[in-house]
C-alpha cells in the first residue's frame, strides 16, 4: 500500500492569496478538558486534493456528482520528469491507458514552500487522454496549468473531456507502472474541490 496524500500540518503552504492552513486545538486535556478537539481552517485545494470541475467551470459538476467508480481503479504511473509544459509525446509507445494515469513531475516529497516552478500539460496530451477513455489525470504538481495562467488551458482541455484532476500527490519512490487507485476526497458535496486521501494498491 502507497500512500500518495502530502501531510497536512499547521501552516501547510497554500496558494498565493488563498486561505492559509490552520489546524489548532480547540480543547486539551493537558489543561483540564476531557478530551483532546481541533479545529482546521482551509481551501479546498490544499496539499493533495480532486479539483471539481465546478472550480473552473459554473456548469461544470461539483464534488458530490463525481462518480466514485471514477475515483477508484487502476492507474498508470509515468515518468514525466524534464518537462516544463508536458509534450503529448510523452504517450508515445505506451499503448493502451488505463482509465486513471499520473505523472511524475518530480515534485519534491515535502513542500516547505509553496511550489511555483512547477511542470504544466499541454492541452494536447489531454486531449489524447481523452481520446483513449482516461477519466482521472494526476499529477504531483499543484496545478495542471502554470501559476499565473489565466485561461487555464489545460483545466479546459480536461472538462472537454470529462476528466477530472487529483492534484498535488506525492510520488517519489513509486515505481512507473500500473496500480490500483483509492482516490477519497471528503464529501462536501457542493464544493469545488476538496483534500483527497489518496493510496495505491499493487495489482
Ligand atoms: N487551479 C488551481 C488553483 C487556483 O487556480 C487557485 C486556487 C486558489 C485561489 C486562487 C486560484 N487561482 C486564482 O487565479 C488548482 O486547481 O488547484
Ligand atoms: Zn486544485
Ligand atoms: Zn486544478
Known amino acids: ?11 501547510f503552504p497554500t496558494w498565493p492569496g488563498d486561505t492559509p492552513f490552520a489546524f489548532q486545538p480547540t480543547m486539551q486535556i493537558q489543561h483540564g478538558d476531557t478530551v483532546n478537539v481541533g479545529m482546521f481552517s482551509t481551501t479546498t485545494h490544499l496539499g493533495t486534493h480532486l479539483d471539481a470541475p465546478y472550480h473552473y467551470s459554473d456548469q461544470g459538476l461539483k464534488l458530490g456528482e463525481i ?13 514525466a520528469r524534464g518537462h516544463r509544459l508536458l ?11 488505463p482509465e486513471r494515469v499520473a505523472f511524475f513531475t518530480g515534485e519534491p516529497e515535502e513542500w516547505s514552500t509553496f511550489p511555483t516552478d512547477f511542470s504544466a500539460f499541454s492541452p494536447e496530451l489531454i486531449d489524447h487522454l481523452g481520446h483513449h477513455g482516461v477519466k482521472m489525470l494526476i499529477t504531483d504538481a499543484p496545478s495542471v496549468d502554470p501559476l499565473t495562467s489565466k ?8 472538462l472537454r473531456n470529462n476528466i477530472v484532476i487529483l492534484e498535488g500527490v506525492n510520488l517519489n ?5 500500473k496500480y490500483e487507485l483509492i482516490c477519497l476526497p471528503l464529501n462536501l458535496v ?9 493510496i495505491l494498491r499493487e495489482l
Open 1 to 11: 500500500m502507497i500512500d500518495l496524500t502530502r501531510k497536512l500540518v499547521h501552516g
Open 67 to 79: 462518480p466514485l467508480t471514477t475515483l477508484i481503479g487502476e492507474c498508470l504511473v509515468i515518468d
Open 87 to 97: 509534450p503529448v509525446t510523452l504517450l508515445e509507445g505506451i499503448g493502451q491507458l
Open 151 to 158: 485561461d487555464l488551458p489545460a483545466h479546459q482541455a480536461c
Open 173 to 177: 519512490g513509486v515505481e512507473f507502472k
Open 190 to 198: 457542493d464544493a469545488d474541490g476538496a483534500p483527497a486521501r489518496a
